[in-house]
C-alpha cells in the first residue's frame, strides 16, 4: 500500500480553518470581546420566501408515494437545467440543456473536473487565488505555474504569448481580489487559450454581483468562448445557498480534444461518481430563478452590495488603496504600513476585534494585503466600519506626536 505523497505538498491547515483557530484562541482569553468577523465569505441573510415555499412543496411531494423522487439524473431534473439555460439565453448565450450539468457547488466541480485531465498537463494559475485552485491540482502533482496578479495590473493579469499552458483557472468576478475582467479582457484570454490548445476553468460564483455594464456574466458571451472553456457557477452567494449546496458546471459540445468529447467524458464521469442534487434542493433552485424568486434575490444581493459600498467608502477615505467592492462581495485591501498580512490579521483583532482574511493565505502575491467580505448584517457592518475607521484614524504616540497607526 502506497500513501499519494503530493498530499505533502500542501500546507497543514486549511486556510479558514486556520483563521477560525487564531479567532477561538483570542475569544478564549478575552471572553467579553465582541469579535466581528469579515472574514469568511459565508452569507448570513435566510433563503427568499419563494425558495422556502418551492422547497416545503417538494418534502411534501416526497411524503406522498405518487409524487416522491427516487435517484434523480445524475446530469440534474431538466426543469432546472431549463431555467438555468433560459437564464443564459437572456445574455445572448444559446446553451443546449445537456450542456448544463447541476452540482452541488462550484467548488466540488473545480476539483472534480480534473477527472477529465492528465497529470501531466500544465497549469496557469493566477496569484494570489483561491486556495481549492491551487491544493486540488497539488493534490494530483501537476506543474503549476503562477500568474503574477499585483497593483501594476490591478489584479487582472492578462495573458503571456511566452507562457504555455494546458489549463487557466480564471475567476471573475475574482476571489479574493473582487477584480473582474472587463469584455475586451476576457476576448484576449479566449484568444489565447484558443491559440494554445488550453482549456479555461472559468469560476463565475459571483457573476450575480456585477454591476458594469461591460463586465460579462459568462465566458461564453465572448465569441469562440464554448471551443476552450468550462464555466462553474453556483447558488451560494447568489441565492444563499452555502448551507443547501446546489451550482452548475457548463461543458459545451463544441469542447474536443483528440477526438475526444468533454462533454461526454464528463457526462461519464458523474455517472460514475456523482448521484446528483437531491430533487428537494433543485426545486429550490428553479425557485431561485423564477420571476418572483429573481426579485426577491435582487434584495438580498443589493443588501450586501451596501456592506461592500461601506467599506469601500471607509477605505477610500482612509486613502487606502483597494480593489473590489463594486462588482464583487470582496474587498481586497493594502494592508496600511507596509504590514505584512498576518501581521495587520492579528493587530485588527486586537485593538478592534475585526476579522478579515490574510492575503498570504491566497499566495505570495497576497501579502501585505487584506480581504474583507460584505456577507455579514448591515448592524455589524457598520460597527465594523466604524471600528476600522478609528483604527486608520490618527492616533497619538506617547510623545504627543500624532502617527498614522
Not at 503562477?146 to 489584479?155: E, P, S, W
Not at 462533454?263 to 430563478?289: H, S
Request: net charge negative; with cysteine; hydrophobic share 40%.
Amino acid at each position: 500500500m502506497h500513501l499519494n505523497t503530493h498530499y505533502q505538498a500542501l500546507h497543514e491547515q486549511y486556510l479558514f480553518s486556520d483563521i477560525a483557530r487564531k479567532v477561538n484562541a483570542y475569544r478564549s482569553e478575552h471572553p467579553d470581546a465582541q469579535v466581528i468577523s469579515l472574514g469568511i465569505g459565508d452569507v448570513t441573510l435566510p433563503l427568499a420566501p419563494a425558495i422556502v415555499e418551492s422547497m416545503r412543496k417538494a418534502v411534501e411531494e416526497m411524503g406522498n408515494a405518487a409524487t416522491f423522487h427516487g435517484y434523480g439524473p445524475e446530469q440534474g431534473y431538466p426543469f432546472l437545467r431549463e431555467a438555468i439555460a433560459n437564464e443564459y439565453a437572456q445574455r445572448s448565450v444559446a446553451l443546449e440543456d445537456d450542456e448544463i450539468f447541476i452540482s452541488d457547488g462550484a467548488k466540488s466541480d473545480l476539483g472534480n473536473i480534473l477527472d477529465l485531465f492528465s497529470a501531466d498537463n500544465a497549469v496557469l494559475i493566477p496569484d494570489p487565488v483561491y486556495p481549492v485552485y491551487v491544493d486540488t491540482n497539488l493534490m494530483a502533482g501537476r506543474s503549476i505555474r503562477y500568474l503574477k496578479a499585483d497593483k501594476q495590473n490591478h489584479f487582472l493579469p492578462m495573458p503571456d504569448p511566452d507562457v504555455c499552458c494546458d489549463l487557466v483557472y480564471l475567476c471573475s468576478p475574482n476571489n479574493p481580489t473582487g477584480a473582474a475582467y472587463n469584455r475586451e479582457q476576457l476576448k484576449a484570454w479566449v484568444e489565447y487559450a484558443t491559440g494554445k490548445g488550453a482549456v479555461i476553468l472559468f469560476d463565475a460564483a459571483y457573476e450575480s454581483f456585477i454591476t458594469g455594464d461591460d463586465i460579462p456574466h459568462s465566458i461564453y458571451e465572448i465569441p469562440g468562448a464554448d471551443s476552450c472553456a468550462i464555466e462553474f457557477c453556483s447558488f451560494s452567494k447568489m441565492a444563499g445557498f452555502t448551507g443547501v449546496r446546489c451550482g452548475w458546471t457548463i461543458v459545451p459540445h463544441n469542447l474536443r480534444s483528440g477526438g475526444m468529447s468533454l462533454n461526454r467524458m464528463w457526462l461519464r464521469r458523474q455517472t460514475t461518481k456523482f448521484n446528483g442534487v437531491p430533487y428537494i434542493v433543485q426545486r429550490g433552485a428553479q425557485a431561485a430563478l423564477s420571476p418572483e424568486g429573481k426579485q426577491q434575490i435582487r434584495e438580498s444581493i443589493a443588501y450586501y452590495q451596501q456592506n461592500a459600498n461601506a467599506i469601500h467608502q471607509m477605505l477610500t477615505q482612509a486613502q487606502i488603496y483597494h480593489t473590489g467592492g463594486q462588482n464583487s462581495p470582496y474587498i481586497w485591501m493594502e494592508c496600511p504600513g507596509k504590514m505584512a498580512s498576518w501581521d495587520f490579521f492579528q493587530r485588527l483583532l486586537a485593538a478592534v476585534q475585526v476579522v478579515g482574511t490574510p492575503g498570504a493565505g491566497f499566495g505570495k502575491n497576497g501579502e501585505g494585503f487584506f480581504r474583507l467580505t460584505a456577507f455579514g448584517s448591515h448592524e455589524q457592518t457598520e460597527e465594523a466600519v466604524r471600528r476600522m475607521r478609528e483604527f486608520f484614524q490618527m492616533r497619538e504616540d506617547g510623545r504627543g506626536s500624532c502617527v498614522r497607526f
